[in-house]
């Protein structure tokens, strides 16, 4: 028999990492933390994965090594299935683990509002896997191009819609438009990659909505000056593999990449607690869910009040606050201490444009231009969990800042019509015959 507490933490992201740093090397406390992947990843940078400026390896890293010197500390990689809260358990597939302290980070994932079919042809971005697809479409869509004897199909080919305003899709429409317009200019022989066109839509009357109006301006203004077409005010109505129908507008286009929104899955059922329309729990002023002191909801699974009817953002700062914070309130409640509730501090709001550009509100405080891109960037190196990822992270940035090149312009995996090795010989023999591209000249 042990006094020793167990602690479950449900997600590997800011919130929960956050929580077990708090509690790493605690003598009191066991720590499991489980996840569905074995890393960690910096989400704000997936866009840089997906325009090839950035390898996965370098905003990834492994949990266990994070954790490897801390004994109370276990990893279990498994996805949660259910919770249990009167029997204190959760349930991951066939495996039910017991908890005394149970915190639930699990995030959230890309909401279609309503039209999840989209997500076939419109991508959104929140793990490598969604941004190395995106990365292999956007460059396969320039050799695809390259390759193309019919006009009308490049044009749709080197068509790129990205959909809503926000930090993301603002950063991704950026992204691409360097891509095509300086980091591709000089590669091809048939197609000027600068003929591309990028779209970025949004329904609401400008970007950034979260930003002061004049730095919503400053945005536009950049981004029409690097070559992107912002369309506000118009909603996306239909998406397919042909394109997006934006406003009146059928845009042709091999590329759609979504970044208008995000939902929270399975914890209204799992908790029984009321939750937003987003699916966030409604927590307490400690962050635990009503009814259960003992399990705590933290980051962007949490609505939690903040000031002017607004809610904390979900952003990573704010995990990072409530994680810290959970963590010393398992421990004050092991001993038995009062904690008093949770209180968010804002920092500011932070978005990067493109080469030299982006917006920063520090409370009040803005920046823009050159001085925010590079505030930006040593924020989001700051940010980066262990030694090794923000050294690698600032040596790429130099050499692309320097040389215009994207370090990562690798398209891997299987491509359509092609069958893998391990294929029966009829598989091979019928791709063969069904569009693979053997067979097929390639224009002179």
Known sequence: MTDRKRVVIVGAGFGGMSVAKKLAGKDDVDVILIDKRNHHLFQPLLYQ????????????????????????????????TGLDLPGKRIIAGDRDLSYDYLVI?????????????????????????????????????????????DAEERRRLLNFVVVGGGPTGVEMAGAIAELAKQALSHDFRR????????????????????????????????????????????????????????????????????????RVDHLAGWTG?????????????????????DVFVIGDAAHVPWRDGMTVPGIAPAAK?????VGGRILDHIASRETPPFAYRHAGNLATIGRHRAVIDLNGLKLRGWLAWWFWGLAHIYFLIGLRAPALVMVQWVWSYLFRKKGARL???????????????????????TGGMRGRSIPR
């Open 191 to 262: 197609i000027d990659p600068r003929d591309a066109r990028i779209i970025l839509a949004e329904g609401g009357p400008r970007l950034l909505g979260a930003f002061p109006e004049d730095l919503s301006d400053y945005t536009r203004k950049s981004l029409e000056k690097i070559g992107v077409e912002v369309r506000v005010n118009q909603q996306v109505s239909d998406i397919t593999a042909m394109g997006a129908q934006i406003g009146d507008e059928f845009i042709p286009s091999a590329n759609v990449i979504w970044g208008a929104g995000v």
């Open 273 to 293: 607690r009321e939750c937003d329309r987003g699916g966030r729990v409604m927590v307490n002023t400690d962050l635990s869910v009503p009814g259960h002191e």
């Open 105 to 149: 980070a699990t995030g959230a994932v890309t909401s279609y509002f309503g039209n999840d079919h989209w997500a076939m042809v419109a991508p959104g971005l929140k793990n490598i896997t969604e941004a190395t697809d995106i990365r292999k479409s956007l460059l396969l869509a320039f050799e695809r191009a390259e390759n193309s004897e």
């Open 49 to 80: 994965v997906a325009t090839a400026d950035l390898s996965p390896a370098e905003i990834a890293w492994p949990i266990r090594s994070i954790f490897s010197r801390y004994p109370n500390v276990s990893v279990f990689m498994g996805e949660v």
């Open 321 to 325: 606050q409530q994680g810290k914070y």
């Open 411 to 433: 398209i891997t995996g299987q491509m359509a019509g092609e069958v893998s090795e391990q294929a029966s010989p009829e598989q091979k023999n019928d791709k063969n015959t």
